[in-house]
């Protein structure tokens, strides 16, 4: 695999901002990562044969999003029995590099 080269323009989206219910909240951040596993799941198995390091680097990230999932349920699970809601803030960073073989 190439290198990259980082072409000098980027940006930052504010993707979620807000004061969420503890079921709002659930919603929200429970789809993402789901989607996450999944998208890593299936590229896992096209990997499979092809390119192990990226493969194994697939599921060491599924493995992590498993954990962040179990944090969010604590936590989502915490504010119900405690009344309490919940405050999320998250950023995107996009950064357009160049492929190694362009």
């Given amino acids: 695999m190439g290198t990259f080269k980082t072409i000098p323009?980027?940006?930052?989206?504010t993707f979620i901002k807000g004061r969420f219910s503890p079921p709002e909240a659930a919603d929200i951040l429970l789809s993402l990562l789901n989607d996450k596993i999944?998208?890593?799941?299936v590229k896992s198995l096209n990997l499979r044969t092809e390119e192990p390091d990226l493969n194994m680097a697939?599921?060491?990230r599924i493995k992590n999003?498993?954990?962040a999932k179990k944090t969010v349920?604590?936590?989502?699970?915490?504010?119900?029995?405690?009344g309490l809601?919940?405050?999320?803030?998250?950023?995107?960073e996009i950064e357009l590099i160049e492929r190694p073989d362009a």
Wanted: net charge neutral.
């Fill in 85 to 92: 809601i919940l405050s999320i803030k998250s950023a995107i």
């Fill in 9 to 13: 323009m980027n940006d930052s989206i």
């Fill in 73 to 82: 349920e604590r936590l989502v699970i915490k504010a119900h029995k405690e």
């Fill in 65 to 67: 999003l498993k954990e």
């Fill in 38 to 41: 999944k998208f890593h799941t």
């Fill in 58 to 60: 697939s599921e060491e």
